[in-house]
């Protein structure tokens, strides 16, 4: 008795569930009927003629985010690194997405790790990592052309990594090495140019600056050098003209040949005083006669006062 009842219930249930379907706001139903297309059900409850009808397949209707393993790539200077990433579909047609394709998600990986390699073999391995925004968008771009049909729309594809071999890291890092080493004795040889500029500036300011003190200090001095010659001349010329006025005086010239007598004399004795052997004048004679005559002109001008 407890037996049939099971089977019974369990029947009912069976009849129940298969009546009545609830699909929920994120997702979307394909309603088949023997076997055939019958209808697309959308969020909310929905009654079927049990063993007829089934809910054949639902759709996630919000964005997806597919992980794409990670992928030995070619790039175009031949240098292999490892990429992975992410995809993100969201599916527009429900049913094209039941019927086009097997599976769109393993569809959507699969057509995202090809056309990734396909991309990055076009790129040298430097492009692969400036240009990734670039990158992205001739994946989605890919994707998407192929995706069309499926009933899925491809929105947007983000690299995650992008990992050269352990060979390729090292030469990677010396060149970096080597590039900042480059960039450091470019600033040292900067840095001693400038150096060198601004000591030369330096010592050209200052053989300037003592060219302009020796030039003024020249000038000056050729300046008080024709000040003293000026002066001297001055006071010849003033010498010459008081001379020349008292000539004009009376007994002015007897005067003048007087202090040319004793003046004469007392430079030859200067002369003979020096001198270890005595030199006398061969117009001796002369001198006498106007030494004498000196002397009478001094007694006539004493008469005459």
């Known amino acids: 008795m407890f037996f049939p009842l099971l089977i019974v219930t369990l029947f009912v249930i069976l009849i129940f569930r298969n009546m009545i379907v609830f699909v929920p706001n994120h997702a979307i139903v394909i309603q088949q009927r023997l076997g055939k297309y019958e209808r697309t059900l959308h969020p909310g409850w929905w009654f079927l003629i049990p063993f007829v009808d089934r809910a ?46 097997t599976s769109y998600r393993n569809a959507s990986v699969n057509l995202a790790q090809t056309t990734m390699r396909s991309e990055i073999g076009k790129m040298d391995l430097d492009s692969t990592f400036s240009e990734r925004d670039n990158l992205n968008q001739n994946i989605v771009t890919e994707i998407d052309k192929a995706s069309d049909s499926w009933g899925i729309k491809v929105l947007r594809y983000e690299i995650r990594n992008i990992t050269p071999s352990s060979r390729i890291i090292d030469t990677m890092e010396k060149q970096m090495e080597a590039e900042r ?16 500029i601004l000591v030369s500036e330096g010592d050209r300011t200052e053989a300037v600056n003592l060219s302009e003190g020796e030039k003024h200090r020249r000038t000056n001095e050729a300046e008080g050098t024709a000040q003293e010659i000026t002066l001297q001349a001055e006071a010849t010329a003033e010498g010459v003209r008081a001379i020349a006025e ?47 005559s000196m002397k009478l002109s001094l007694t006539d001008r004493e008469g005459k006062s």
């Open 56 to 101: 054949a397949y639902m759709h996630e209707i919000r964005e997806q985010v597919l992980d794409v393993p990670s992928q030995s790539c070619i790039t175009r200077d031949n240098i292999e690194v490892e990429v992975d990433g992410l995809v993100y579909i969201k599916v527009i047609d429900a049913y094209r997405a039941s019927y086009e394709i």
């Open 246 to 292: 008292a000539i004009q005086t009376p007994g002015g010239q007897k005067a003048v040949e007087l202090q040319l007598t004793e003046t004469y004399i007392e430079k030859y004795g200067q002369i003979l005083s020096r001198g270890n052997i005595a030199v006398l004048p061969t117009d001796l004679a002369q001198l006498k006669s106007f030494i004498e």
């Open 181 to 196: 080493e480059k960039r450091a004795q470019i600033t040292l040889s900067d840095g001693s140019r400038t150096a060198v």
